[in-house]
């Protein structure tokens, strides 16, 4: 395995994983400063045990699945995922959408279980580990997929779990020091990156199952991953000029 | 986790739609294969923008 196969992996897994992290943590976050750590924790826990758990009994059934169908399957998967994620990004850059606030998510989230508190005051706590553990379990299920999506099928596994692995470490650092919302994070700019990313991925890996044999192999990534870059500026700027013609 | 695939229902049709064109292409005719590719590449890229200008134009409108 070299670096330059692997680094689109890498690369791909950290920075998708990184907002999917800073969404659940600031769940997780919203969640232990209003009942406390105990069931912040527990949630947690839970829901990874669960991520883990799925990952086990589906792992293995990746191995018998013929390569060119779990290409075709996963590149599909791939293209709508990250085309949907450029899509609202293009919009949010534009000002169609608003952007993703994760102190504004923070809000929300406490002032949802601060009502739960009025309504139910006893099981309560049963409430916010279920808020942590559905967050976690979620937001997890996408980092696997990313993580066996960018790295099925070429032996890369490794590599991109690690990249996902390193974004958990980074935001739960982070987060232990400041403990609040990571709201500094440019999440647009990362989603429109990923969404590059995973739109290149996806084309490349169903035209492989497709039975294309793309020319320069993985360095046509690159090329992809600048079509796609230039076809989200193109769109955010089209989706502008339209937002002012219209207004 | 549907939401996760299916962010605009009409995107994602057309985006299954056009890797079923290019599978065909690839799979039943005689043409170069990276025809193939490239009508898969370049359709994704004018249907992203297309999705994008359609929903600006249904957001400001």
Redesign the interface.
């Known amino acids: 395995m070299t670096w330059s196969a692997a680094a689109p992996a890498v690369t791909a897994a950290f920075l998708a994983s990184l907002v999917e992290v800073v969404e659940a943590f600031t769940i997780v976050l919203a969640v232990a400063t209003l009942r406390g750590w105990r069931p912040a924790a527990l949630g947690t826990t839970a829901g990874l045990a669960v991520l883990a758990g799925i990952v086990l009994l589906l792992g293995p059934l990746l191995d018998a699945i013929p390569i060119t169908s779990l290409q075709l399957a996963i590149g599909?998967?791939l293209?709508?995922?990250g085309?949907?994620?450029?899509?609202?990004a293009?919009?949010r850059a534009?000002g169609?959408?608003p952007l993703h606030d994760e102190d504004a998510i923070f809000a929300t989230e406490t002032a949802a279980l601060s009502d739960e508190a009025r309504r139910r005051r006893q099981s309560l706590g049963w409430a916010a580990g279920i808020t942590a553990l559905k967050a976690v379990l979620?937001e997890g299920?996408?980092v696997v997929?990313i993580v066996i999506a960018v790295g099925a099928g070429r032996g890369l596994m490794v590599p991109a779990s690690l990249g996902a692995l390193a974004a958990c470490a980074l935001v739960l650092s982070i987060g232990a020091v400041v403990h609040r919302p990571l709201s500094r994070v440019p999440e647009n700019l990362l989603k429109f990156g990923v969404g590059v990313m995973l739109?290149a991925f996806?084309?490349f890996w169903?035209?492989e199952g497709?039975?294309?044999?793309?020319?320069g192999q993985d360095v046509a990534l690159l090329l992809?991953a600048a079509?796609?870059l230039?076809?989200?500026l193109?769109?955010?700027s089209?989706?502008?000029r339209?937002?002012v013609?219209?207004? | 986790m549907i939401g996760m695939f299916v962010g605009e229902k009409r995107l994602t049709m057309a985006v299954l739609a056009l890797v079923a064109v290019a599978g065909s292409l690839v799979d039943f005719t005689d043409l170069n294969s990276l025809i193939g590719g490239g009508l898969l590449l370049f359709g994704c890229l004018v249907l992203l923008i297309e999705s994008v200008c359609r929903s600006a134009r249904a957001g400001a409108s």
């Open positions: 599909i998967l293209l709508l995922f085309m949907g994620w450029l899509r609202k293009s919009l534009a169609i959408i979620l299920l996408e997929f739109s996806g084309v169903t035209g497709l039975g294309i044999a793309w020319p992809f079509l796609f230039g076809a989200g193109i769109g955010a089209l989706a502008r339209l937002r013609e219209f207004a």
